[in-house]
């Protein structure tokens, strides 16, 4: 199946999935808890919240609960290609989050107005339908000396990457590559790794943290 059909299948499934892990959530409790969450995140890889201050900061692929809503002492644009699908979730309410420009888009389709010093990408490249570009958009919208911060899930076998690719075993996932293939998509950006952190252990997957930082200037930006 082409990735384009598949991206198309894997955001039906993925609306449906918030829609459902969501509905017997309270709205107020699981805001504590997300931002709870968010915030241990940030102490895990060494970006305390206590030094994001003051930045212009971008969330990518933000969904109904992104890392926007621990960021108040910024100034944070977000998107998501399903922003206002996620309207109809009571535990999403973008009034909240007065501090954050909320926008409906694709990372492909996306252009920065300005340079970010902090773009995050957490949970999200993996689900877009160009991979490649999508890497480009984000390398482009960060300044020189900015950081990144991208998140995934990376195979830990060959074999049952491949065949998640032919299956799909993992529909919500447009694509499936290990960790090695996700350092190359950056050093193909002229992006430098700063450091990687395995947050959760499993057998086809391990979560890790990438963080990355721009020390070049691409294409004049």
Known sequence: MEVSKKWKIAQRLELYWWKR???????IDYLIWKKQYW???????????ST???KRILDAGCGPAGINIVLENNIVDAFDPLIESYKVLPHFNPEQFPYVQFQKSTIEAFSAIEQYDLIFCLNAINHVSDIHKSYHILSESLKVGGTMVISIDAHNHNFFKHLFRLIPGDALHPHQYDLAEYRK??????????????L????????WAM??????AINGL
């Not at 915030?39 to 919240?49: D, G, H, R, Y």
């Not at 998509?185 to 395995?198: H, M, S």
């Not at 959760?200 to 979560?207: A, N, R």
Request: glycine residues 2%; without cysteine.
């Open 200 to 207: 959760d252990k499993g057998f086809f997957f391990d979560y």
């Open 185 to 198: 998509f950056i050093e193909n950006e002229k992006l430098e790794i700063v450091a990687e952190y395995n």
């Open 211 to 216: 963080v990355v930082t721009k020390k070049i």
């Open 52 to 54: 994001i201050k003051n």
């Open 39 to 49: 915030l241990s995140f940030l102490e895990k890889i060494s970006l305390p919240i």
């Open 21 to 27: 892990y969501l509905s017997k959530k309270s709205p």
